[in-house]
């Protein structure tokens, strides 16, 4: 089946018994609210929803055929800043916020979009850097439409 899948409705969190397609997308895709992209499965999905609500990972959507597509987090390249001690991460954590940057935070960790001016600030800081290709979900903000962590 190689129809295209046209999507204009988000369901609520329960999952539907069948997940017809996957659709991966990365942070940035998931910002938009119109976007064409390719299902896992071989499917062309143009996606058409209100704009300024990012799509979160996991979520299900409904095409207009009444099919269910999950949405899923690309790999992408990404640096994760660890620290042991709160205080370190807590003053990370502010300067970054501070210059309005993208970040996914964790228990001690954070993650950033690779960038040498912030990775040099973070291990002036004290934290240990890793670069690698992870799925990004950073923060939606504090005055955003809901707030997911999965």
Not at 9 to 38: E, F, N, W, Y
Not at 51 to 70: D, F, M, N, T, Y
Not at 124 to 132: K, Q, W
Request: charged fraction near 25%; aromatic fraction near 6%; proline fraction near 3%.
């Amino acid at each position: 089946m190689n129809t295209m899948l046209e999507i204009y409705q988000r369901l609520d969190t329960q999952t539907p018994p069948t997940i017809d397609a996957r659709v991966v997308l990365d942070h940035l895709q998931r910002d938009k609210g119109r976007l064409r992209a390719q299902s896992s499965e071989g499917q062309e999905v143009r996606i058409f929803l209100e704009r300024g609500k990012p799509l979160q990972v996991g979520e299900v959507l409904r095409s207009a055929c009444g099919r269910h597509v999950l949405v899923e987090g690309a790999k992408e390249a990404v640096t994760t800043a660890r620290s042991d001690d709160w205080l370190t991460f807590s003053r990370a954590c502010y300067h970054l916020g501070n210059r309005h940057v993208k970040l996914q935070v964790g228990e001690r960790w954070l993650r950033i979009k690779p960038d040498h001016v912030l990775e040099e600030m973070l291990a002036l800081l004290g934290l240990s850097l890793t670069r690698e290709e992870d799925v990004f979900v950073p923060e939606s903000g504090a005055y955003s439409h809901g707030h997911h962590h999965h």
